[in-house]
């Protein structure tokens, strides 16, 4: 694993120099319960889409709204009347068809733009042409546009295209819009990492594509793993492009949130933020487990490598 | 080397594709884009004469718009402002090594993962204007832990709304600007720190004449960065209020005037959003471009 986020400790602490022992001891306390402080008020909207998801809709209000729930999750508090549980139903409801699609969005638009992505940094970093500068910055300027510049043009295209108000739609332009990202990451993750190999191979008279499928493709994982994820991650995300090119029948888990917690339901928060939690899910796994990767694709987004 | 196209033909062939598609997704329907906000294509009805900037005269004179421009302007101070201080003082508290680091580190990052309407959701919650026996959110926290008189209508204040907007974006954004500080921290070799102690230097001295000029690259590119998100905030506010006249932004203004099917209006706004990413993001990517070609 090459990946590196330029975030992580490096191995050797200073030591605190001696005699300001007391004065650095009430220092350190003081700053671990800020730490702790910040933790707690980073924490606590989550704190709130967890217990008010758990909660029947009779329990939640004003006076109560911060307290645990005051009873279990299936318990209603009329007889037969809904339960907090019934928040998560609901939301699976509206949601669950729009998770199916979005995940069916998400990862070809990943994978796509991240291959397309790879040949592209592998040409501006390692086998490059005249002007490659020049050809880069061309391509960056795409990841800086705000979307909106484009947008009018886009969905006059799109109706006279005829193109559906789909997830295959929104795929495409996905898989478009993020070529420059993952570009940049590619480009700046062959840049860093030593390729005598692939001298080698050259020298040896390989052709571009045979070179870059044997020697520069196996050593590419984890460029893939920080594309994709960023990839997934904003496809997931996005509402935007969502909003403009696809209805909501046929659209992504944002849409889908979007109509629930504004829409018929708006008296009933538990079931708007059990959805909340439902549709984050995804990419807060991707963020637990893959969690370096995840900034190591953040910090590329920076521009230097 | 052999020059000549044998040697840089296959690479210019296997990028033409991404030339090619951005040439026409980006750059075209900026121009499309452009030749419409100067038309008189404010219905379904196709445009029949060029009108010049009449667009942007009419929208620069219009309350609305500067109303719009305004809460953008609010936003982005305190956005900017809030996720530079928090992610300034995490990263700098972080940076001297602290147990469990890797645990702050996370959370502190975590909202990053999350989408703007997913966590719209629970703000909208927490920004309740309600006050007084009826609050709930923040509010309700305020009034309960005696500190009332911090109760306050939030996004429904006319004048300072926006930054109760940019709250939530600063929760989500404050973690990443820490990232960008930490990755800056360690970037700066202990042997300069070091130096500067021998010399005898106060720790103030330390951080004004060490510290701070190493970490300025860094400082610029979490400004461009936020910034930049900054102009084209939209989920946030779509999520919180939806479309409406008190927290309008250029972005939702666009959304309203394309639904309206006045192409000719919302193309005038793109590219008046674009100009202002553009003034932030052309100088910072020439700048990074030179920085790199010196390094190399």
């Avoid at chain 1, 886009?154 to 993952?182: A, E, F, N, R």
């Avoid at chain 1, 893939?224 to 696809?246: E, H, K, P, R, Y």
């Avoid at chain 1, 079931?271 to 439902?278: I, P, R």
């Amino acid at each position: 694993m090459t990946i590196t986020t330029g975030i992580e400790k490096k191995t050797a602490v200073a030591a605190p120099p001696a005699g300001a022992r007391a004065r650095f001891r009430l220092g350190r306390t003081s700053k671990y319960v800020l730490l702790v402080l910040f933790l707690v008020m980073v924490l606590m909207p989550v704190y709130v889409l967890i217990v008010t998801s758990l909660k029947p809709p009779q329990d939640v209000n004003p006076a109560t709204s911060w307290g645990l729930p005051v009873r279990w999750p299936w318990e209603s508090v009329a007889p037969g009347g809904p339960t907090g549980f019934d928040n998560w139903t609901i939301a699976w409801d509206a949601l669950g068809p729009a998770i199916m699609r979005t995940f069916a969005l998400a990862i070809p638009a990943a994978l796509i733009s991240s291959f397309l992505g790879a040949m592209n940094g592998f040409v501006l970093s390692r086998w490059r042409f005249p002007r490659a500068d020049w050809v880069f910055t061309f391509i960056l300027f795409g990841m800086f546009i705000p979307y909106q510049a484009i947008m009018t043009p886009l969905v006059q295209m799109k109706t006279s295209l005829g193109l559906p108000s789909d997830i295959s739609t929104l795929l495409l332009v996905h898989v478009i819009y993020g070529l420059p990202i993952c570009t940049l990451i590619f480009r700046n993750y062959y840049v860093g990492i030593p390729m005598e190999l692939m001298e080698a191979s050259r020298v040896d008279g390989a052709g571009m594509l045979r070179t870059f499928r044997s020697v520069v493709l196996p050593l590419s994982l984890p460029g893939f793993v920080v594309t994709i994820i960023w990839q997934f991650t904003s496809a997931w995300n996005d509402f935007l492009f969502a909003l403009f090119l696809s209805n909501q029948r046929q659209g992504p888990v944002a849409l889908a949130l979007n109509n629930l917690a504004q829409g018929a339901q708006l008296s009933n928060y538990g079931a708007a933020m059990a959805g909340a939690l439902l549709a984050s899910l995804p990419t807060l796994i991707v963020y637990i487990v893959l969690g370096k990767y995840f900034i190591g694709g953040l910090m590329s987004g920076s521009v230097k490598s | 080397m052999r020059k000549g196209i044998r040697n840089w033909g296959p690479p210019l062939l296997l990028i033409s594709p991404t030339i090619i598609i951005l040439g026409i997704f980006v750059y075209g329907l900026i121009g499309a884009n452009i030749s419409v906000s100067m038309s008189d294509r404010h219905s379904l009805k196709p445009a029949e004469n060029f009108v010049g900037i009449e667009n942007y005269i009419n929208l620069f004179t219009e309350e609305r718009f500067l109303h719009s421009l305004y809460n953008l302007a609010i936003f982005t101070i305190f956005f900017i402002v809030g996720t530079m201080v928090f992610g300034f003082l995490w990263a700098w508290m972080l940076d001297k090594g602290v147990t469990a680091e890797g645990v702050f580190r996370s959370v502190y990052l975590f909202p990053m993962a999350i989408s703007f309407v997913a966590s719209g959701v629970v703000w909208r919650w927490l920004l309740n204007s309600a006050e007084g026996d009826r609050a709930s959110g923040l509010n309700r926290i305020f009034e309960s832990v005696g500190l009332g008189f911090l109760q306050n209508p939030w996004w429904s204040d006319p004048t300072w709304g926006m930054a109760a907007i940019a709250m939530p974006a600063i929760w989500q954004l404050s973690g990443y600007v820490m990232a960008l500080f930490l990755s800056g921290f360690r970037g700066i070799p202990d042997e300069l720190r070091e130096a500067a102690r021998m010399d005898g230097a106060s720790e103030w001295k330390l951080y004004r004449h060490v510290i701070f000029p190493q970490l300025s690259p860094v400082a610029l590119s979490a400004l461009i960065i936020v910034g930049h998100m900054s102009l084209k905030v939209f989920d946030l506010i779509m999520a919180i209020t939806k479309a409406i006249y008190q927290t309008e932004v250029p972005a939702t203004y666009l959304w309203i005037a394309l639904t309206a099917n006045d192409y000719a209006k919302s193309a005038t706004i793109a590219t008046i959003l674009l100009l202002l990413v553009a003034v932030l993001i052309v100088p910072y990517l020439i700048y990074t471009a030179r920085a790199e070609k010196a390094n190399r």
